[in-house]
């Protein structure tokens, strides 16, 4: 079998069935383990999406309790990643590396396994790597990881060293159920590409990490909030946005390969910041997030009459997280947290129905040369 056409970057090709999320790009639509994002965000724990995940169900509460302690006796991860992490920030190692470097070392024992188990434990490690890191970085200590607490507070209380409040909880929740997953993305492509030759899951969460790193991936929101933080202070948001277009710049946080209308990510998430920054956060802010939003929208439909460029999800990202207390430097890893979910259940489920994922190449180079020993090139 095979094509002579050449795909660069296989836009458009399938290469995989999945029952994880699907993707409506022209309906602007997003369905994860069956219910559509908005429902499930605002309804779900993040245990219970990664449940959903793995399992393709709910689970039931004695199933959930189950869940959560498994991943609750996850979370330790050992001197020997304390020190590695220490030394990362101590070299001001930027967080996806620290991230990269975390994970794989904070997995000892389960390095070989593709089992349920040892997915639980990359789940459960990347929160805890992430923060402990994060502590080094302030020049403090670890906040060790708490065990009456859920997957997204215990994030929040390693970050910071404060039980957070539930506002908070619930912001980083949403958002953590929001980008689980998102059909083959590069770095869930990765992930699976990795276990197709019957590698094991920590060896698929760490490239895949590598790819999340990448700008073209996982590393908007910084930007946005950077943009924002600018237009609140200078109460201009037209003036930004002209400028900004003007200069042949793209405005961050708007436009998507796949979505041609808003993505359901960025309503999901707006409606989680308003609800979060209305109930004790800089309202302030927001309103101009919400300005500028606008300003940016009708702009860029006169910039570009033929294209609609819409809100993306790293727009609201950037107000929400921000909100909630996450650092603009943990934006990236703090999708990772989430990501590594929708990663996890992909590798169970390319594992389910193996095939090594190795695509082809046309050759281009030459092919008429004539070695020549090395005196006399
Ligand atoms: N601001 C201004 N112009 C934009 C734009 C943006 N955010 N996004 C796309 N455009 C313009 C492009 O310049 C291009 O114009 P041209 O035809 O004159 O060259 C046109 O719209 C189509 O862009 P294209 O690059 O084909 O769209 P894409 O689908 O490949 O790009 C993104 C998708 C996300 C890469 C792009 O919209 C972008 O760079 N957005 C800003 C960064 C961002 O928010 N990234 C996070 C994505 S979740």
């Known amino acids: 079998m095979g094509t002579n056409e050449l795909n660069r970057g296989l ?22 383990g069956g219910f559509p994002v908005d429902e499930l965000a605002a309804n779900a724990t993040y245990e219970e999406t990664v449940f959903l995940l793995l399992h393709e169900r709910l689970p039931t509460a004695s199933e959930l309790g189950e869940f959560r302690a498994e991943l609750r006796a996850h979370r330790d991860i050992g001197a020997e990643t304390e020190a590695v992490l220490r030394r990362a920030a101590e070299e001001d190692t930027p967080p996806m590396d620290a991230l990269r470097m975390g994970a794989p070392t904070a997995s000892l024992g389960v390095e070989e396994a593709t089992d349920e188990e040892a997915v639980r434990r990359v789940v459960a490690v990347f929160p805890t790597v992430v923060a402990t890191y994060w502590r080094y970085r302030q020049g403090a200590e670890p906040v060790a990881p708490r065990d009456d607490l859920g997957h997204a507070a215990n994030y929040l209380y390693m970050l910071t060293g404060t039980e957070p409040d539930e506002a908070a909880v619930r912001g980083l929740e949403t958002y953590l159920n929001t980008v689980a997953d998102h059909g083959l993305n590069a770095s869930t492509f990765t992930a699976r590409v990795v276990v197709s030759t019957e590698s094991d899951v920590v060896s698929a969460a760490t490239a895949a990490v590598g790819t999340l790193k990448g700008p073209l991936h996982g590393g908007a929101p910084g930007p946005v909030l950077d943009m924002l933080r600018t237009v609140h202070e200078s109460g201009e948001p037209e003036q930004y946005v002209r400028e900004t277009l003007e200069s042949g710049e793209r405005l961050m946080g708007f436009g998507h390969r796949v979505y041609r209308v808003r993505d359901p990510r960025a309503a999901v998430l707006s409606d989680a910041a308003e609800r979060f920054y209305e109930r004790g956060g800089d309202v302030d802010f927001f309103d101009t997030v919400r300005e500028f939003e606008r300003t940016a929208v009708d702009l860029l439909a006169e910039h570009k009459p033929g294209r609609r460029l819409e809100t993306n999800v790293e727009y609201y990202t950037a107000a929400l997280l921000h909100g909630v207390g996450v650092p603009q430097e943990l934006f990236t890893t703090t999708f990772a947290v989430s990501r590594v979910g ?8 390319q594992l389910d129905d193996n095939r090594i994922i190795r695509p082809r190449s046309r050759y281009v180079g030459a092919t008429d040369r004539t070695w020549r020993s090395v005196d006399d090139r």
């Open 342 to 349: 929708g990663w996890m259940a992909h590798c169970l489920e």
């Open 11 to 32: 836009e458009g090709v399938l290469v995989a069935e999945t029952q994880l999320s699907h993707i409506d790009g022209e309906r602007g639509e997003l369905v994860i």
